[in-house]
């Protein structure tokens, strides 16, 4: 009998990361200009994550997924039209920002919640998955927090490869310092993973799962509760995009390797 | 919170309310899918080059794969054939050809041509065609080995056969064998010219003509590359354009079982008598076909906005000018020309997109009105004149329908809307009227006009417009629509189909209704007063022309008379396009409300398209009145004074209607050079 799991991923929207992202102060606090109307995709990292859980589920049987994301449900339903056709899943929504200026701790506490509210989860074949940090806030502290609050000390960050054992034992590749993975084991379910990229590529469409999972995803967007979020207890004093220094120079006639060395004398200084 | 100026460009919950498809996932999955494979897939293939060959290879082989695996080809069939859109697909296939044509629309030909070649199978063919072919052509499903059949249309055959005059048919089929009481075998002999799908293609439906008194008139029939005899896909196409979909000029003799007969056939004193002759298959096929070809180029012309902004404001970068200098932070957008063209390309754009999108919404809701009437009359046994003499009687209930769908739901006789609303063959007769109109209109005007406004696009990029490093592939784009305005029936076919649909009564009708509409909308600001004027000025002018003759005696409003009938043909198209604009964004403005993505720019938005509505009614009015003097005055000696009088009185309120457009075009330019774009475009280039 394979070992079964249920995964839940975690993952909020962030802006397309072609967009033009300028960050202003708002009345009620930091923000992006125009965030609303720019189109979003999944979080990046997370994208990555749901694509291994989708692949573990299929290679175990009797899986299950979930994705819990707090978003502005009209804008994750957009991004839900795409997503949705990439593997099946159950979507569930905490209508709320999915801004990086939110608390991380008060977002965390958020996504717990609608984890624990999951019907009959399974919390001894919970898988927790997300991305390691997300795109928009880059702390990479709420998956952990989450973890920590449903009981989960097994934790990895910065993974890219899960080996599951014919005892149903993991084994982990993270990313550590100077580009090395640490190899980690740990006995089995539950745990959280944060993914870096993981190694899969990106399914293609596939209509047919896209109109099966949209059985679900529409009735969680209609029936997403809004996020208790304070806002309080955080405060920016200012906020700003780091500063790019952008300087071409055109060569034809250079090769690959004085290239490479020009660049590297350059990082050196 | 509201803003005035536009925020960024429109996106997806824009358009899916303007062209009314917000509660339709499947199609705004289908527009995923199709984006994810033109700004991938399609755009890698342009960027590397493989345009540039005019043979059919490996690399172009990638885009039949990726058309499969993201469910384009399967998007044609209907659920139990494998697809996954319940119902008429040509809101779904419109919307896709949009997207691939935002890259590239020799892939979106590629993708239609599939659909082209099924199109007399799944229109006209039997039950056993229908189950047989559609089955073949869907990409295999998880757990299949099975290779997808590819099908082309062959239809235009090498000179001095099928071009234009799809009457004239060299293709000819005869007997070879018919065993007693059984199956005749036919031999088949076709050249094609210019047959798209032609290097891959399993299977061809092609238009021939008897060459044998035992077999009756034209038909279409379905040839396999395994039947018995030459199945030769010829020589390829050296096309300029469309580079990314296959084109060559095959030469089929073959024998084939009757049973492929498009539809079938009887057997009439010794004679084949095939069900369907080749016009009336093609007629249902084209009925359709032709309005994703017309969002081909809509989609170009809005794909160039973006990229021409950013080449704007980045033309001084990296200059004296140093950052916070209007040099630096505008570029070339310091000079008012360039937005107040670019401001045209996009009106224009999104006038073609409208209309093209409203023929798509009609069709949708045409097909099944069109297979219950042909039901309905088969059961009653009307067929050709009979039927057309049904359909005639029906004439004053069209009307009065019209007359009660244009009045005030609350203020109507509801029980006679609806019985009037049930009645498949008054239904059948007004989409009827409708399509004759609005499929050739949005073929004509979007690709014909808008390969014009392409090169403004194009103009607008400077020298980097002439080469192939241009970002958007913009002068790939403007040689493109050309194609687009040439196949499946040049201009010319186009202006001859409206020759004939602009004088039907319940059209004319549905122009008046419009008119009042539009006068009622008068005070919104989006230009409806110029284009009730310019539907007025038109409706006379038609009415003119119907009823005078030249000095010679000869009637102006004839089929031959191309001079009259073609340039008010193109006249009604810019009014037809400007008023699904307007409608489209008055739609915008009233349910955008409802969508909290857009609650803090919805006001933004709404004056900005507002704006473009006055450009562009007040340009489609002003085409019109330049038209329509020159067939008022232009065919006689000299002018009637009453006529003149009352002709001028029309013309003027045309130019009177045209208070305060260049205001609109001055604010609608000044919001290009504050719109937040991207930073680089989404696809590569
Ligand atoms: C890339 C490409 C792909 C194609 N794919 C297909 C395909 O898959 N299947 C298929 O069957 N065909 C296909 N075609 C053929 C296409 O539909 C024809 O080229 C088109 O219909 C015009 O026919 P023609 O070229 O013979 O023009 P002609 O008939 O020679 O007409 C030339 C011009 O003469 C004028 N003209 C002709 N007749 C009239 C008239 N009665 N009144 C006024 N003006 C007139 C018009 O200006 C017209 O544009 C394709 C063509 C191309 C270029």
Request: one cysteine or more; charged letters at 25%.
């Amino acid at each position: 009998m394979p070992t079964t799991y249920q995964i839940v991923v975690c993952g909020g929207i962030v802006p397309d990361p072609l967009q033009s992202l300028e960050p202003v102060m708002g009345p009620t606090g930091p923000a992006l200009k125009n965030e609303m109307m720019l189109p979003s995709v999944l979080d990046p990292w997370a994208w990555h994550a749901l694509f291994e859980a989708a692949d573990l589920a299929k290679r175990h049987p009797g899986s299950k997924v979930w994705l819990v994301s707090m978003s502005p449900k009209a804008k994750l339903q957009q991004v839900m039209m795409g997503l949705a056709q990439k593997v099946p899943f159950e979507l569930v929504v905490v209508d709320g920002p999915a801004s990086g200026f939110a608390d991380a701790v008060e977002t965390a506490a958020a996504l717990a919640g609608a984890i624990e509210g999951i019907p009959d989860l399974d919390r001894s074949k919970l898988l927790l998955f997300g991305g390691w940090q997300s795109a928009s806030r880059g702390t990479g502290a709420v998956l952990q927090m989450i973890g920590e609050i449903l009981g989960i000390d097994e934790q990895f960050q910065g993974v890219d490869k899960l080996t599951v054992d014919d005892s149903g034992g993991l084994e982990i590749l993270e990313r550590i310092e100077a580009g090395a993975w640490q190899k980690s084991r740990c006995a089995g379910a539950p745990a959280v993973l944060g993914w870096a990229t993981g190694e899969l590529p990106e399914p293609p469409n596939n209509p047919q799962i896209g109109m099966q999972n949209m059985r679900g995803i529409m009735p969680a967007l209609q029936q997403a509760k809004p996020a208790a979020l304070s806002g309080e207890g955080l405060s920016y004093d200012s906020v700003e995009s780091p500063k790019q220094r952008r300087e071409t120079r055109v060569e034809t006639e250079m090769d690959a390797d004085a290239i490479a060395d020009e660049i590297a004398a350059w990082l050196k200084g | 919170m509201s803003d005035t100026s536009l925020p960024t460009l429109p996106g997806d919950d824009v358009r899916q309310i303007m062209w009314r498809f917000s509660d339709r996932f499947d199609l705004q999955m289908a527009v995923q899918s199709a984006r994810g494979v033109a700004r991938g897939t399609v755009a890698r293939l342009v960027a590397d080059g493989v345009r540039n060959t005019h043979e059919w290879n490996d690399e172009k082989g990638k885009l039949l794969t990726a058309f499969d695996e993201s469910g384009l080809t399967s998007l044609y069939m209907d659920v139990e054939q494998g697809g996954f859109i319940e119902g008429p697909k040509n809101m779904a296939m419109s919307l896709v050809a949009f997207e691939l044509s935002w890259v590239d629309a020799g892939a979106a030909t590629g993708s239609l041509a599939g659909n082209l070649a099924l199109a007399p199978i799944h229109e006209k063919g039997t039950d056993e065609q229908r189950r047989f072919y559609m089955g073949k052509a869907l990409p295999p499903q998880p757990g299949e080995d099975r290779v997808p059949w590819r099908g082309a249309f062959a239809l235009t055959e090498p000179l001095p056969f099928v071009g234009v005059d799809t009457g004239v048919v060299g293709g000819k089929a005869k007997i070879a064998d018919w065993p007693e009481g059984g199956e005749p075998v036919l031999q088949i002999d076709k050249r094609g010219r210019f047959i798209t799908n032609m290097d891959f293609a399993n299977f061809v439906t092609a238009a021939v003509d008897s060459d044998d008194e035992r077999i009756k008139g034209t038909f279409m029939v379905i040839l396999e590359e395994t039947d018995p005899g030459t199945f030769d896909r010829g020589a390829p196409t050296l096309k300029l354009v469309h580079q990314l979909s296959s084109t060559r000029d095959p030469v089929f003799s073959q024998q084939v079982p009757a049973s492929r007969i498009i539809g079938g056939y009887d057997v009439v004193d010794g004679v084949i008598v095939p069900k369907f002759n080749h016009s009336e298959v093609i007629a249902s096929v084209f009925h359709r076909t032709r309005i994703p070809v017309g969002l081909m180029t809509a989609a170009k012309l809005l794909s160039a906005v973006e990229p021409v902004i950013r080449y704007q404001r980045s033309r001084f970068h990296g200059g004296e000018a140093g950052e916070g200098s209007p040099r630096y932070d505008l570029g070339l957008q310091v000079n008012e020309d360039v937005t107040h063209r670019l401001i045209d390309v996009w009106a224009t754009g999104e006038a073609a997109a409208s209309v093209g999108f409203e023929a798509a919404r009609q069709a949708d809701i045409f097909d099944p009105v069109e297979r219950e009437k042909d039901r309905i009359c088969a059961e009653q046994g009307l067929t050709g004149r009979k039927q057309m003499m049904a359909l005639r009687k029906k004439e004053p209930e069209v009307l009065e329908y019209l007359d009660l769908l244009y009045t005030d739901e609350a203020e109507r006789d509801a029980a006679r809307f609806a019985d009037l609303d049930a009645d498949i063959l008054v239904q059948f007769a007004l989409g009827d009227a409708r399509a004759n109109i609005m499929n050739p209109a949005v073929k004509l005007w979007n690709t014909g006009h808008g390969a014009t406004m392409m090169r403004e696009a194009v103009a607008l990029m400077g020298g980097y417009g002439t080469t192939e490093d241009c970002p958007g592939f913009l002068p790939q784009k403007w040689m493109d629509a050309q194609l687009e305005a040439t196949y499946e029936g040049p201009e010319a076919v186009q202006r001859r189909h409206l020759t004939l649909g602009m004088t039907s009564r319940i059209f004319r009708h549905e122009v008046d209704l419009w008119i009042r509409e539009l006068e009622a909308q008068a005070g919104d600001g989006y230009g409806a007063k110029s284009l009730a004027a310019g539907f007025k000025l038109w409706s006379w002018t038609t009415d003119y022309l119907q009823g005078h003759n030249d000095p010679d005696g000869k009637k102006l409003y004839h089929g031959k008379r191309q001079a009259v009938t073609f340039p008010l043909a193109d006249a009604i198209c810019w009014l037809l396009s400007a008023r699904s604009l307007v409608q489209d964004s008055i739609e915008l403005k009233t349910k955008g409300a409802e969508n909290p993505v857009l609650a803090e720019s919805l006001d933004a938005f709404s004056s900005f398209y507002a704006d473009l509505c006055k450009l562009q009614a007040a340009r489609a009015a002003g085409e019109v009145s330049r038209i329509c003097a020159d067939l008022v005055y232009g065919f006689q000696e000299s002018a009637d004074e009453a006529d003149a009088a009352e002709f001028a009185a029309l013309r003027e309120a045309v130019d009177r209607s045209l208070a305060g457009t260049e205001l609109a075009r001055d604010r609608a330019a000044d919001a290009l050079t504050h719109i937040m774009i991207p930073e680089a475009l989404d696809y590569p280039a």
